[in-house]
């Protein structure tokens, strides 16, 4: 099963909701996906005209494609019901959060986005949560050792 997870999310954001979404895509970024040549590190979704965009997102050219292959950045439309949408805007105008990808999956066989809610976070909260990781770690070293 592929996978393409956003490691740096979970890092640079506190994740307050996680949705579900399809995506929106062509015949030779489908294929590149299957092969795991696409990228959501730097990528993040936008609302525009009641529709969310997901920008910046890296898919790999196909090489087996012909003339008709894909542009690699091009924004990508995600699919979600309209209450969804509403509910996403006015968390992103009225309370300041991101949109950011957490996960790419198949699902079946259909490509789904798990798309974070999700609010900055400063130095100081990365530094705790580094240390936290460590600490998490240390507990399972010596759990094994025993």
Known sequence: MIEIKNKKASYDYFI??????????KGTEIKSIRNGQANIKDCYAIVKNNEVFLLNMY???YND???FNHDERRTR???LNKKEILKLRDKVEISGYTLVPIKLYFKG???KILLGVCKGKKNYDKRE??????VK????KTLKNK
């Open 77 to 79: 439309k995600l699919l």
């Open 65 to 67: 494609a012909s003339i």
């Open 109 to 111: 066989n259909r490509a």
């Open 16 to 25: 307050e909701e996680e949705i579900e979404c399809g995506i929106v895509l």
């Open 129 to 134: 949560s580094i240390k936290e990781k460590d």
């Open 137 to 140: 770690r240390d507990i399972e």
């Open 59 to 61: 898919i790999a050219k």
